[in-house]
């Protein structure tokens, strides 16, 4: 039969009571256990020994008690979040409460409410954590507006757009905000990547457009050089193909699938004529050397009779001849020109100022106007020597001494002018 009980309720037992120490069997196989609120059965095991019985409710206990050990430490460890920690502690509390197991059930539902402070504490550090993230999160998004719309007012096109990505990508990854601040945020955001997206757009159709108008020039430019490619006219063809290559860069890239087809056919024809041309100029280079060391012969050989003149008949004769010979030699390399021509038209300088110097000596005018400069410098000087003697004689020094002076200026001109008149007579 069942044992009465002292009282409605007993206390949990101290630390040292076993967990068979909460319960009995009673003879006919009906186990109990004592709670806090009394005595009440667990089951029934008939015809069999009472301490097996008692024992197999004692090993439910222990598996309810290693279950809130583990619960106790997941908490513990931060396995769980508060939610659902809280949901496990009562599903757990549930089952203690009502258990058919032998075992101090007041003990663990006193370990599980004692988590209660514990998940308080953790709820509140959650509810820092994420007030702290929220803040790290609006800074974050707010630092990408600023940049998604710096980058939207700007022309980095290639790096841009990756950069719009990565800026996306991060936004995903980081928590919403409350509703208000995350929508306008992205609002803000949104706009940028969209004002950047219509500006990349409108600069690359602009500049397909470009590219296309570059080729169309650029097929121009090649129908005029195969137009110029056979020419052999050397000089005003290279000043052509010059123009062409300067209109060529001006006209920037064509579409990339063509601009290095389009270069290497305007380069094949430019290459061509330039070889062509490069030919033609070897050939007369070997020319204009012979031509060069025959002129250069001819002007040491009348360097050599006419300098320095004594016969001016026979220096113009002599040069007239020689440049006869020296025109009817052909062309010479370009960068000889000048000291040749510098060499001929000191030759023929030489004869020409020996011709003129001899026409002054031989001059009858020039002779009579020299004579004339004298005889009338000789006369002032003498008109200025009587004057000289009046004025000495009168005591007059200062009008002696201003006849002096101009006495000397009229000597040096005496003397310039019967140098000259010397000439003449030589």
Same mark, same amino acid.
């Given at each position: 039969?069942?044992?009465?009980?002292?009282?409605?309720?007993?206390?949990?037992?101290?630390?040292?009571?076993?967990?068979?120490?909460f319960?009995?069997?009673?003879?006919?196989?009906?186990?109990?256990?004592?709670?806090?609120?009394?005595?009440?059965?667990?089951?029934?095991?008939?015809?069999?020994?009472?301490?097996?019985?008692?024992?197999?409710?004692?090993?439910?206990?222990?598996?309810?008690e290693?279950?809130?050990?583990?619960?106790?430490?997941?908490i513990?460890?931060?396995?769980?979040?508060?939610?659902?920690?809280?949901n496990?502690?009562?599903?757990?509390?549930?089952?203690?409460?009502?258990?058919?197991?032998?075992?101090?059930?007041?003990?663990l539902?006193?370990?599980l409410?004692?988590?209660?402070?514990?998940?308080?504490?953790?709820?509140?550090?959650?509810?820092?954590?994420?007030?702290?993230?929220q803040?790290?999160?609006r800074?974050a998004?707010?630092?990408?507006?600023?940049e998604?719309?710096t980058?939207?007012?700007?022309?980095?096109? $290639?790096?841009?757009?990756?950069?719009?990505?990565?800026?996306?990508?991060?936004?995903k990854?980081?928590?919403?905000?409350?509703?208000?601040?995350?929508?306008?945020?992205?609002?803000r955001?949104?706009?940028?990547?969209?004002?950047?997206?219509?500006?990349?757009?409108?600069?690359?159709?602009?500049?397909?457009?470009?590219?296309?108008?570059?080729?169309?020039?650029?097929?121009?430019?090649?129908?005029?050089?195969?137009?110029?490619?056979?020419?052999?006219?050397?000089?005003?063809t290279?000043?052509a193909?010059?123009?062409?290559?300067?209109?060529?860069?001006?006209?920037?890239?064509?579409?990339?699938?063509?601009?290095?087809?389009?270069?290497?056919?305007?380069?094949?024809?430019?290459?061509?004529?330039f070889?062509?041309?490069?030919?033609?100029?070897?050939?007369?280079?070997?020319?204009?050397?012979a031509?060069?060391?025959?002129?250069e012969?001819?002007?040491?050989?009348a360097?050599?009779?006419?300098?320095?003149?004594?016969?001016?008949?026979?220096?113009?004769?002599?040069?007239?001849?020689f440049?006869?010979k020296?025109?009817?030699?052909?062309?010479?390399?370009?960068?000889?020109? $000048?000291s040749?021509?510098?060499?001929?038209?000191?030759?023929?300088?030489?004869?020409?100022?020996?011709?003129?110097?001899?026409?002054?000596?031989?001059?009858?005018?020039?002779?009579?106007?020299?004579?004339?400069?004298?005889?009338?410098?000789?006369?002032e000087?003498?008109?200025?020597?009587?004057?000289?003697?009046?004025?000495?004689?009168?005591?007059?020094?200062?009008?002696?001494?201003?006849?002096?002076?101009?006495?000397?200026?009229?000597?040096?001109?005496?003397?310039?002018?019967?140098?000259?008149?010397?000439?003449?007579?030589r």
């Amino acid at each position: 039969m069942r044992q009465p009980v002292a009282s409605g309720k007993i206390s949990p037992m101290n630390s040292t009571a076993s967990p068979a120490d909460f319960g009995r069997v009673d003879p006919d196989g009906t186990v109990y256990v004592r709670t806090p609120e009394g005595e009440r059965s667990v089951g029934q095991i008939p015809d069999s020994d009472p301490a097996e019985a008692l024992a197999f409710y004692v090993r439910r206990y222990e598996a309810l008690e290693v279950e809130v050990g583990l619960l106790e430490k997941r908490i513990q460890a931060g396995a769980l979040s508060p939610d659902e920690a809280r949901n496990s502690v009562k599903g757990v509390r549930t089952s203690v409460e009502s258990a058919n197991a032998v075992g101090d059930l007041a003990a663990l539902v006193a370990r599980l409410d004692a988590l209660s402070p514990v998940l308080d504490a953790q709820s509140e550090a959650r509810r820092a954590e994420r007030a702290k993230a929220q803040e790290a999160a609006r800074d974050a998004k707010e630092q990408m507006v600023v940049e998604a719309e710096t980058l939207a007012e700007g022309n980095d096109w $290639r790096g841009g757009v990756n950069r719009f990505r990565a800026l996306l990508d991060d936004w995903k990854a980081l928590p919403r905000l409350d509703r208000a601040t995350d929508d306008a945020l992205w609002h803000r955001f949104s706009t940028a990547r969209t004002t950047y997206t219509r500006r990349r757009k409108a600069q690359f159709a602009e500049q397909a457009a470009r590219r296309d108008e570059a080729r169309r020039i650029k097929e121009g430019i090649i129908a005029e050089a195969r137009e110029l490619a056979t020419s052999t006219q050397w000089g005003p063809t290279t000043g052509a193909f010059r123009d062409l290559m300067a209109r060529w860069k001006a006209a920037g890239p064509a579409p990339r699938e063509v601009d290095d087809a389009l270069w290497a056919e305007f380069r094949g024809i430019q290459d061509g004529f330039f070889s062509a041309r490069q030919s033609v100029l070897s050939e007369q280079d070997t020319e204009f050397r012979a031509n060069q060391a025959t002129k250069e012969a001819l002007l040491a050989e009348a360097e050599a009779a006419i300098l320095p003149i004594s016969d001016i008949a026979q220096a113009k004769t002599a040069f007239r001849a020689f440049l006869d010979k020296f025109n009817a030699v052909g062309k010479v390399p370009r960068e000889q020109i $000048r000291s040749l021509d510098s060499r001929v038209k000191a030759l023929e300088s030489a004869v020409r100022n020996a011709e003129e110097d001899e026409w002054r000596r031989t001059d009858p005018e020039a002779k009579a106007r020299a004579e004339e400069t004298v005889a009338m410098l000789s006369a002032e000087i003498a008109k200025l020597t009587e004057k000289i003697t009046k004025a000495e004689a009168r005591g007059d020094t200062s009008a002696a001494t201003k006849a002096r002076d101009s006495i000397a200026t009229y000597q040096t001109w005496l003397d310039q002018a019967r140098e000259t008149l010397a000439d003449f007579n030589r």
